[in-house]
C-alpha cells in the first residue's frame, strides 16, 4: 500500500492507496512549530486505528511548506517504519516542463499536472482551491507552458476581516444572490461570486493565447463552492486529483 501526502499552508492532507482505491483520507492542520515526533504519533495512531500501520510500503510527500521536510521525513520513516520520498521537478514525469526555472514550480502543481488522465489529447487548465487558488497548464502535446497563482477564498475572506474594522470572520459558503442584503452575504458574494467570476476571466484569457477550448479540470477542498456561481463548468471535478498525481509520479519513479 502507498501512503501519499500533499502538505499545504493550511493542511496536510493524507491518503492511502490499495492498488488504485483509496482506503483512508484524514488531514491535519500544517503546524511549523510542531516537532517530527507529534506528527509521528498522530500519523502512526489514525493508521493503527484503521488496522492500517503494517501494511503501508512507501511514502510518497508533496510539500509546498520547506520548513517542514524534514519533520515529515523523519515522522513518516521513524514511526511507520517505511521510505519517505518527495515530490521534486527532477522525478520523471508523464509531461514536459516548459517554463523559466522549473525548480520553482511547486510540487502539488507538479502532481496536479501528472494526475491528467493520458487520454486527454486537448490543451487543459487544471485549478486547484487551496490557500492559493493556482492555474497548471498544459499544452495539446503535455507541455506545461505555465499558469497563474491567485489569492484563494480563505486568504480573502481572513483578509477582508483582518483589515477592516467592522467586517467579521465567515465561513465560505455558495452566494444564494449576487445583489447582498446584510454584511455576512455580502462578504460572502464578493468573495465567491467575485472569485468565480475571475476563474471564468482568466480561463477565458488563457484560452485565447493556447488558440482553443481546453479541457478544465478542478480541484481543492473549496472547488465545489463555486460551481453554481459560475457558467462556464468544469469538466472534470476531482478533490483528490493531487494525490492521484503524486500516486503516478510513485509508479513512474520509485516503484
Do not use: W
Not at 107 to 134: L, M
Amino acid at each position: 500500500m502507498l501512503l501519499t501526502v500533499d502538505i499545504g499552508n493550511t493542511n496536510a492532507g493524507f491518503r492511502v492507496f490499495d492498488g488504485d482505491d483509496i482506503i483512508l483520507s484524514f488531514s491535519l492542520a500544517t503546524d511549523t512549530n510542531k516537532l517530527a515526533d507529534e506528527y509521528g504519533i498522530t500519523i502512526l495512531n489514525l493508521l493503527k486505528n484503521a488496522n492500517l500501520a503494517d501494511k503501508i510500503n512507501f511514502a510518497v510527500i508533496s510539500n509546498v511548506v520547506t520548513q517542514l521536510d524534514n519533520v515529515f521525513k523523519e515522522a513518516i520513516e521513524k514511526y511507520l517504519k517505511i521510505e519517505a520520498r518527495f515530490v521534486t521537478h527532477k522525478l520523471k514525469m508523464p509531461f514536459e516542463i516548459q517554463i523559466d526555472e522549473p525548480k520553482t514550480l511547486g510540487a502539488d502543481r507538479i502532481a496536479n499536472a501528472a494526475a491528467i488522465p493520458d487520454d486527454i489529447k486537448k490543451p487543459v487548465i487544471v485549478i486547484d482551491f487551496g490557500t492559493a487558488t493556482t492555474f497548471d497548464i498544459l499544452d495539446e502535446n503535455k507541455k506545461f507552458v505555465g499558469g497563474l497563482i491567485a489569492p484563494g477564498l480563505l486568504i480573502q475572506a481572513k483578509s477582508l476581516a483582518s483589515f477592516t474594522s467592522k467586517l467579521p470572520k465567515i465561513k465560505i459558503e455558495a452566494p444564494k444572490n449576487a445583489i447582498a442584503t446584510n454584511t455576512i452575504d455580502a462578504m460572502m458574494t464578493g468573495i465567491v461570486r467575485g472569485h468565480a467570476k475571475m476563474i471564468e476571466g482568466m480561463i477565458e484569457e488563457c484560452e485565447k493565447e493556447l488558440g482553443q477550448r481546453a479541457v478544465i479540470i478542478a480541484t481543492g477542498g473549496l472547488s465545489s463552492v463555486l460551481i453554481d456561481c459560475m457558467e462556464r463548468k468544469f469538466d472534470i471535478l476531482d478533490k483528490d486529483l493531487t494525490f492521484k498525481g503524486i500516486k503516478k509520479l510513485y509508479e513512474l519513479n520509485f516503484k
